[in-house]
């Protein structure tokens, strides 16, 4: 009677031991994007997305334009470069929140990764599932740069020309460039290959996510003019942000 009173007694102290560690571990998910994507329709590269470590380098975000109407939007991370990228079983289930930026017409997710990986951003638009491509995070061999003094902006009239330089990164193959109002609304959101765009002319812009007609800027108001350079594997080498007026 007495064994089975301590051997009851420490049952019942192994169990408060696992139930304590297992408080105190982050929560982990095991859903893989091939599992998600099981008897499901689904379209690959057809989400915009790219990510740039921040600033103070300690977290990484990672952007995504949600077209209207999406919904179920998620993130799938590697656990390291080493996996095959295209191998969606090796792709986990992110944890994070959504943040607006742009007061919501872009959108992304601040997350904190200890080393180098594959990230994939989906959404679901009419029953439909849409991947964006690789995303490639480099927070530790290419962290983004920031600048502002690389932008030139000719605001001589209402259609503002912006010209700009890269950084120390040489493989950038396309810029997003977004122009502001003073309340921080996206007026016009548009890429380029070339180092040059003007607002609000669409000759050289090779994809466009304006959804309306922007308006006419108007003099001695103030504007924001936000670039990207992103590489081939969706990486942001530089971040640049400037305000202007039209003179």
Known sequence: MIRKKYFLLYLLFFCLVVSCDS???????????????????????????????????????????????????????????????????????????LIDVFNGYLLKYEITPQQEKWVIVTFEEEGIIHLSNPIRLKQNTKPTEYLSDNITVDANSFMPVFTWQDGIADDSKIYFHVVSDENGNLLSGTYTFEKMFQYYNLDNVVLNITETEPPALEIDSNYGFTLMAVSEDNWVNLFSEITFEVQ
């Open 23 to 97: 408080d105190d571990s982050e929560p982990l998910t095991d859903t893989t994007l091939d599992t998600t994507l099981i008897n499901r329709e689904f379209v690959i590269d057809n989400v915009i997305a790219c990510a740039a470590s921040n600033e103070n380098l300690n977290t990484i975000s990672v952007f995504l334009y949600p077209r209207e109407g999406v919904n179920n939007i998620s993130f799938y991370e590697t656990v390291s470069l080493e996996t095959d990228k295209n191998n969606f079983s090796n792709y986990l289930k992110g944890e994070g929140e």
